[in-house]
């Protein structure tokens, strides 16, 4: 089908250029009958927080929220905006239904930890820390058919290990579990994870990665960075597993709300359509994942391409607005804009101010005129202090910030757009003045 009745021209035609990119694609041209309407428009933050304030002060004003949807292409995103929702009592239905987030093997494995340190003989944490200790169903089963002390001080003394290994490390792990109930939440996760040696389970189950001596971002490590936000917030672990709890019931409850924001999954949201769309967390290793961009650098696009259709497809659920949103720094990590977000830009966005072709012979004086006023692109202009961060002011433009800086092509974000520009060439025409760097 060629006809979309859904969506403003705008974004059938800004989505319909996007997907061109693919290269394994039948090829159509999409129209649209409707009316033109709002440009979709991108927005970049430093910080994740940035991007909930944003959302929720936007959210605050919105008529219907029924018809206003917050799609993101890892399930764990959605966490970040049901706590803060809740918080500043914006009503959400979480289209579907469980959120996997709270049935992670991470998130089980950190309560049964913090469990078993309060409750020595809890059956069932005592089972998934046996997991991550490695004891053999043989020795499980010696333990917990005992009743005369805690499973972890049984093990400790009565069982025989097969290696001296194996048995230091259980009598370190029980040594130090009994440490976990005295120290504060913010501290927490950081002993779990180090002094209980969890972290290299995670490393040797494939949740955690590194690549020459970087941690790669994966779930694994957003479900980590999620739980350390919600310890941070809490004063015991008492409280953190109950906020956890909470978060849970009130996520699986709100799929019965009469009123609220949509939060849902890319895949999910296949289907439906919202008067306003947000795509969230536009960053190279979320949107595409980091496996897809790996495989495409070595010239294997068939992940890659199923990204890119999975983004036009949260692209256009959207009917009258669309807004992309990125951030820098999410869960201690630094992040690129997606190359998806980039693309979009490039098409709402092509370099304002192209250098026109300029005569080589300089002829009735009006050459030399425009040289000495600097309109002759080979001409070059210090743009040491244009950096990103920076605030210009733009003649035509008004003021706005540089949020990226590619050579002497700048992406700046002005009060209600995003604008990529030659900054030697406005430099050069003075158009441009640096407000502060």
Known sequence: ?????RSTASIVSTSSQFIQHN????????QTQNETGMSPTLHHFQTEQEQLSFLITTLKQAEDLNDVAILYRQNVSALPLIEQFERHQIPFKLQEGKLSFFYHPIVRDIKAIITLSRSPNHLESFQRVAKILYLSATTQHQVTSQTESGYLDYLTRLVTFNSTYQREKVRLFKQNL????????????????????????LIKKGFLKDEKEERLYTQGMAVLETLKMIAKDVDSHNAFLERLEHLRLISEQSTTQAKGVNLLTFHASKGLEF???????CMNGITPPQT????????????????RRLFYVAMTRAKEQLTLLSVAKK???LFSRSNFYKEVSKILNPIDEEPKPVSSRLSHGKKIEELKRGLITSES??????KEGSVINHKRFGTGTIIEKEGE?????????????????????????????
Do not use: W
């Open 381 to 386: 202009a210090d743009l040491t202090p244009f």
């Open 331 to 333: 869960h201690n990590l």
């Open 178 to 201: 009994m440490k976990l109930p005295s120290l504060p939440c913010n501290r927490m996760m950081a002993f779990i994870l180090n002094t209980l040696d969890y972290e290299s389970y």
């Open 23 to 30: 290269k394994s694609r039948y090829k159509k041209t999409i």
């Open 292 to 307: 897809a961009i790996i495989e495409a650098k070595s010239q294997i696009f068939d992940h890659y391409e199923e990204e």
């Open 409 to 437: 092509i700048a992406t700046i974000q002005f009060e209600n757009e995003t604008k990529r520009i030659s900054l030697r060439i406005t430099v050069l025409n003075g158009n441009v003045e640096l407000v502060s760097s």
């Open 275 to 281: 008067k306003t769309v947000f795509l969230i967390d």
């Open 1 to 5: 089908m060629n006809q979309n009745f």
